[in-house]
């Protein structure tokens, strides 16, 4: 699809591509709603542990938050500047503005179309747009993880370039080790040998890595730290999000993961085919392949922990997978007969609006209408996926199928990706998230210590909440009992009042959690269709002064 | 059921990831060695994860076991690459890998639906097995913590442990849950295992009919290894039904049995009768224990017994290794080349292999090491003896192998390094020895099963042609024999070694030196006529070896003072009743393919070892239903739905501990030790904390108690006046806390325990008399609590700069 359209006969002659306009627009697409990201996002999820981490590493407090990753050490670098996220986060939105980048330099393997498209699926997930941005230890990934693929694909790499991945996949977070895995599982399959020197240079560069990652980057000696295992590995003993991977996959990314896994399908279907044959899959094809099967492993192996990377790891080839194969079905879609196909759309669109009118006024309520009407529902479905499954089976209209695919999966992307970007208000991800609320306490805090001088006692089950909203205040007790000379307690709902302190009015939180509309078809819907519906349960503390009497 | 088809689905996936590797060694099985990929797998991918959490590269948790899994995935990977006969050898063997596949998830499915009608994780020594399980998975750093005994690292062989826990922890599933998952694949393993090798064999031996004789032997010999036990069932069927022959009882010295006469209390049945069983299987309890002692002062445990009684237990766990080993051992006996320091230089991998083999099987049960790498050095031997002449062969032998025990040794450092033996020396056995009657009901099938194969060899070798091998195979139990004398003599026991052996037990040790005699002749004979049936002789040969070996010989341990050769006898009939399971099923398979008329008295010999063999499985018909109840237990595969069921508290409280407190966490829980209430104080009751729920919160989360079961511990680490002190030390320690004067004396007691935590459960209310019991709501604070029970923390406080 490489259409080139003349913006006019100007007289200086100047052409611009159609295609030069798309990559524009859609690196836009890509990058606005991330840059605007980086004020308006909420902190929460994972970014708010690893900031918290990093903070307390710039004051050289052991913390187990601050995993050595190289962005971790450089968002801690940047923290001492300004104690803000904006600083990280900018950080990671450069290396995510690198991505249009990368994937402009795939084109000769994915095709124009396939490429742009592929940055349009990846501009359009909400974790993927969140990852990039974050500041979470993991916020180079993205960057990463595409840009060794593209060394991987593109051939002539000069050899330096290797030890720089090596050294880049060596420090990052967990969303490249996927396609570290995949292409050292295919290379060692086919029986290559590397060039010992090369080889060299490579486990030269990942240990130099492992080495800093173990020495902090400077921040203190960590153990043997490998980033990448690190962070796979916590998710699974810890809850990062409040949504587990299977949640955020449900509400922002089934779309691109199902087209994916579409894609590969295919994909793996031609594998058998003779490598003379047209339409076999190249090695890069096959490596896309391998990493999106071992991504999705990992996927599912976690599909119950409370992490973004699992998810972020398997969009990231879903979006190239996707992309090529959208690109090679629009291409089919010029020899259909439309003239047919067309009527057959248009009617299939009906009925499931029609269907769809009445499951959204259930949603609303909450309930399932009466035995009638469920029979119409069905009806009206089962006459959409009748309807659809003759455009399937009719060979010279089936790729306008793509057309109903993409109608229905673009809803869920699209309303994700603005409104995860652009922060929305109970959004239900990022979750838990640091509430304005918890700045407001840490004022307080600080008013009442200029009337009250003494201790800030903390609870040690707040202990994680509390460094981020209070960083920069005054040094804080971490106790499981309020000792007799504190000027303040925070401490979480229901403890006994301490003795001799008065409670300070207010709905006190740390922390919030946004509901995940996943326990059912009905809430999910809602949801979609009200973004706002969702609760917010915020975490209350209570908070004690010293009784001045 | 989403826990067990998880669990199972890893299980697979090693296996399959190991295929590449075992395929490379076991070309030539029938399955190219797909059965025995599950222990490969296991142990390779193991031993990677123990090595990388030691050297701190894979981090705790299921992320670390998963990391393992996809770095063995890339070994694999490599190793099929390298092998351009890999995909034909798929093709060709695709019959047999996928028959391997099958039986092992047969063979899972089938034990787990056994076990979960008995699954609770209590009595013997299972919370000690559930605790190295637990250790395992919740260390915060290898070597493992030993749970009940902080500060220390395990000292066992647990890498059958850490195997159970590579699948436990990958698949995510509760150990609990995995503990009775990890013996179903344990079983399964072995079934795969012994089938793959069993098939082999025979297809080696037998040149007719091969397809109907590969299948008979492979299910023969799963059979013989994980369904045949003691002849004894067939005596608790009888006993059960009240069909009493008291001179046949007495003859095979099972009188106990026989109901007691009036005035006898001990060895004798003293339970209802009239009827004596309910149903028609006996339904006395535990009826099946019985089985595991039928030689005074030993136990004579065999695998169907291990799989009934439910204990995950090192010897058990190292079943399908020990198979792989001797897997091993005949595919290079089986080779085409000389295995010399020549054969390691062009495929160094062997040589690894061997290393990790071999060396795993001590970190899995020492006991096996030095059996079966003796199996393996004659497997060498055997295999070089055709290429050169004698000096020559041992020399390459020596050569081949050394390099793969040095390795081995290097390669488990981290593990021999904390590893401390209470093995005291090689001794002579100075008591009674084992009457015949008992050898017979505990080995007599397998044994004559075995011999089969000198019926088997005598049609393939004249006479004549058995003299020469006969005059060497003799010094075979005469040196083991020497070997006795000259040790009684050197300790002094001489006279007493040779008043204390019956006649029963000379007999005894007569008949096994002839059985050894007979198929060390037979395995000469066949190596020299270039028979695959010698391997067959030689593994039958190793069998009786070790049990005559048993007869004469022991390890010293720490009961050695009075049931001396309990653990020799333990330890090494069970390693005889693997390889007698392999060389009984291929040898009477091999004996009934014979054509009949060539070789009738093969038939002949094989009609009443077919009779034994239906007996023998008289033993798991009877012992399966009554450990059931009939098949009418509730059903559940969690090894804790026990206590959730009988105890909400205090398995509340367990749970509360495994998901709030941190892996490395030191806990103090109840010593196991009674005190009774006393106007001056609590008074120390007498008995141990051995077999009790002592250490039960170590045992079930693997988190640290200051001490668990003290004996056991002793057992570990040596049984001197140091150790002896430090433990009971803890011991008082652990009491002080619960039972003192002040606060200032707890607290003082639970800092130097270094605990954060201290539990009040339903054994610390039990043990610990509540008017002199620490008032803990005074000073620490409630962390948990669930009816009565709590669990209090130790209070805190920490400054932390914000800016």
Request: hydrophobic fraction near 55%; charged fraction near 15%.
């Amino acid at each position: 699809m490489t259409v080139r359209s003349r913006a006019g006969e100007s007289a200086q002659g100047i052409t611009v591509s159609a295609a030069a306009i798309a990559w524009i627009a859609l690196g836009a697409l890509l990058l606005v709603p991330r840059l605007a990201a980086v004020w308006q996002l909420p902190v929460g999820g994972s970014e708010w542990l690893h900031l918290s981490g990093a903070w307390n590493a710039t004051l050289g407090v052991d913390d187990d938050r601050f995993v050595p990753s190289l962005f971790q050490a450089l968002s801690a670098l940047l923290l001492s500047i300004d104690a803000s996220e904006t600083l990280p986060r900018l950080l990671a939105f450069i290396a995510t503005a690198t991505v249009p980048v990368a994937l402009y330099m795939l084109r000769p393997q994915l095709g124009e179309a396939g490429a742009l498209l592929a940055l349009l699926l990846l501009a359009l997930d909400a974790p993927a747009a969140w990852l990039g941005v974050a500041a979470s230890a993991s916020a180079f990934d993205v960057a990463i993880a595409l840009w060794f693929f593209v060394l991987l694909v593109r051939p002539g790499a000069p050899w330096w370039l290797w030890p720089i991945a090596a050294f880049g996949v060596a420090t990052a977070g967990p969303v490249p080790l996927a396609l570290a895995i995949a292409a050292g599982g295919l290379a060692l399959f086919r029986g290559r040998r590397p060039d010992p020197q090369l080889t060299a240079a490579v486990i030269g560069a990942a240990m130099l890595g492992i080495v800093l990652a173990s020495f902090g980057f400077g921040y203190g000696w960590q153990g043997v730290a490998v980033p990448p295992f690190v962070l796979f590995a916590e998710p699974f003993e810890q809850h990062w999000t409040t949504g587990t991977v299977a949640d955020v996959l449900l509400l922002y990314s089934w779309p691109l993961v199902f087209g994916g896994v579409v894609a590969a399908v295919l994909s793996a279907l031609r594998w058998d085919q003779a490598g003379s044959h047209p339409g076999a899959p190249l090695a890069w094809e096959r490596l896309l392949v391998a990493w999106f099967a071992v991504a999705v492993a990992w996927m599912l192996v976690a599909s119950n922990t409370r992490a973004e990377a699992p998810l972020v790891a398997a969009t990231l080839p879903a979006a190239l997978l996707a992309g090529l194969w959208l690109a090679r079905a629009f291409d089919a879609m010029f020899a259909v007969r439309w003239h047919q196909a067309w009527l057959l759309l248009g009617v299939a669109f009906f009925v499931f609006a029609l269907a769809a009118i009445v499951v959204v006024d259930w949603a609303r309520w909450d309930r399932v209408g009466e035995g009638g009407e469920v029979a119409r529902v069905a009806i009206l479905g089962v006459a959409t996926i009748a309807i659809l499954a003759f455009l399937a089976f009719y060979r010279p209209a089936r790729p306008v199928l793509i057309v109903p695919v993409v109608a229905l999966g673009a809803v869920p992307l699209i309303s994700g990706a603005f409104n995860v970007g652009f922060g929305a208000y109970a959004e239900p991800f990022p979750s838990p998230q640091s509430p304005v609320n918890a700045r407001v306490l840490s004022a307080v805090v600080l008013d009442v210590l200029e009337e009250t001088p003494g201790p800030v006692v903390v609870h040690e089950s707040l202990r994680d909440e509390v460094t981020w909203p209070f960083r920069e205040t005054t040094p804080l007790i971490i106790a499981t009992r309020v000792p007799p000379d504190a000027a303040v307690a925070i401490l979480p709902a229901g403890a006994d009042q301490p003795q001799g302190m008065a409670p300070i009015d207010g709905d006190w939180a740390l922390v919030h959690h946004v509901e995940q509309p996943t326990t059912g078809i009905l809430r999910y819907v809602r949801w979609l269709t009200d973004r706002k519906h969702t609760d917010v349960h915020p975490e209350p503390v209570q908070v004690f002064v010293r009784d001045s009497e | 059921m989403a826990p067990v088809l998880v669990f199972w689905s890893f299980a697979l996936l090693l296996a399959l990831l190991a295929l590449p590797i075992a395929a490379r060694i076991f070309r030539r099985f029938p399955d190219a060695g797909a059965g025995l990929a599950f222990p490969l797998g296991l142990m390779l991918c193991g031993y990677g994860y123990f090595l990388l959490r030691t050297i701190e590269v894979l981090p705790h948790g299921r992320g670390g076991f998963l990391l393992a899994f996809a770095g063995f995935a890339l070994i694999s990977a490599a190793v099929a690459a390298t092998d351009r006969r890999f995909i034909a050898t798929l093709r060709r063997s695709s019959t047999g890998i996928i028959a391997s596949f099958a039986l092992f998830t047969v063979a899972f499915f089938a034990y787990a639906a056994f076990r979960s009608y008995n699954s609770g994780i209590s009595g013997t020594e299972q919370p000690m097995d559930f605790l190295f399980l637990n250790a395992m998975l919740a260390s915060p750093s290898y070597p493992p913590a030993d749970p009940w005994l902080a500060g220390h690292n395990v000292s066992y062989y647990y890498f059958g442990y850490l195997q159970s826990a590579l699948l436990t922890g990958a698949s995510g599933v509760e150990p609990s849950i995995g503990y009775n998952l990890g013996l179903a694949t344990v079983f399964a393993s072995a079934a795969a295992a012994v089938a793959s090798v069993c098939a082999a064999l025979v297809r080696w031996v037998v040149r007719r009919e091969r397809q109907r004789a590969t299948l008979t032997a492979a299910a023969l010999g799963v059979a013989l290894l994980l369904f045949s036990g003691s002849l004894l069932g067939v005596f608790e069927f009888a006993a059960a039904h009240e069909r009493y022959n008291t001179g046949l009882y007495e003859a095979f010295g099972v009188e106990s049995l026989l109901p007691c006469e009036p005035g006898q209390a001990e060895a004798c049945y003293a339970g209802p009768t009239n009827p004596r069983t309910q149903s028609w299987y006996p339904d006395e309890f535990w009826f099946w224990w019985r089985a595991s002692r039928v030689i005074p002062d030993t136990i004579t445990e065999f695998p169907a017994f291990s799989f009934i009684l439910g204990d995950l237990h090192p010897h058990v766990m190292a079943l399908p290794g020990v198979i792989l080993a001797v897997a091993i051992a005949l595919a290079l006996w089986r080779g085409r080349s000389a295995l010399d320091w020549r054969a390691l230089r062009r495929g160094p991998l062997i040589g690894l292999l061997l290393a990790l083999v071999f060396g795993g099987l001590a970190f899995q049960n020492t006991w096996d090491v030095l059996t079966f790498s003796a199996v393996l050095a004659g497997a060498v031997l055997a295999r070089n003896w055709r290429v050169f002449p004698p000096g020559q062969a041992m020399l390459a032998s020596a050569a081949f192998l050394a390099l793969p025990a040095a390795a081995a040794v290097v390669l488990y450092s981290p593990w021999w390094l904390d590893f401390g033996t209470a093995a005291g020396g090689l001794h002579a056995y100075t008591g009674r020895g084992t009457i015949p009657a008992h050898a017979f009901l505990q080995f007599g099938t397998l044994i004559l099963a075995a011999l089969l194969v000198v019926f088997w060899a005598a049609r393939r070798a004249p006479a004549h042609a058995a003299v020469t091998p006969a005059l060497y195979a003799i010094w075979v139990p005469i040196i083991a024999f020497a070997m006795w004398a000259l040790l009684a003599a050197f300790r002094g026991d001489w006279s007493t070694a040779a008043q204390e052996r019956t006649a029963g037990g000379w007999t005894t040790l007569l008949l096994l030196g002839l059985a050894l005699w007979a198929l060390c002749t037979t395995a000469i004979v066949l190596h020299l006529r270039r028979s695959a049936g010698a391997p067959v002789a030689f593994l039958a040969a190793v069998g009786v070896l070790l049990l005559y070996g048993a007869e004469l010989l022991l390890i010293r341990d720490v009961f050695f003072g009075s049931v001396p050769r309990l653990n020799t006898m333990f330890k090494l009939s069970y390693q005889a009743w693997v390889l007698l399971s392999i060389a009984g099923a291929v040898a009477f398979v091999a004996a009934i393919s014979e054509p009949r008329r060539r070789n009738l008295a093969a038939h002949l010999a094989a009609a009443p070892v077919a009779l034994l063999l239906v007996l023998s499985f008289a033993y798991v018909a009877g012992a399966v239903p009554n450990r059931t109840n009939g098949f009418g237990n509730e059903t559940n595969i969690d090894g804790l739905a026990f206590l959730a069921r009988n105890d909400p508290d205090e398995y509340a409280l367990t749970r509360w501990i495994a998901s709030n407190t941190p892996p490395g966490a030191v806990i103090i829980e109840a010593s196991g030790r009674r005190w009774q209430a006393g106007d001056d104080g609590p008074t120390l009751q007498p008995g141990g904390v051995e077999y009790t729920d002592a250490g039960r919160i170590a045992s079930r989360t693997g988190r640290l108690a200051p001490i668990g079961w003290y004996f056991h511990q002793v057992q570990w680490r040596g049984d001197n006046t140091a150790n002896r002190e430090e433990f009971s030390r803890r011991q008082d320690l652990v009491d002080g806390v619960y039972l003192a004067g002040s606060q200032e004396e707890a607290l003082a007691a639970i800092a130097e325990l270094g605990a954060g935590y201290v539990v009040m459960g339903r054994l610390e209310q039990a043990r610990y008399p509540s008017q002199h019991r620490t008032d803990f709501d005074a000073f620490l604070d409630v962390a948990f609590e669930a009816g009565d029970l709590r669990v209090y923390r130790v209070p805190r406080v920490e400054e932390v700069p914000v800016s």
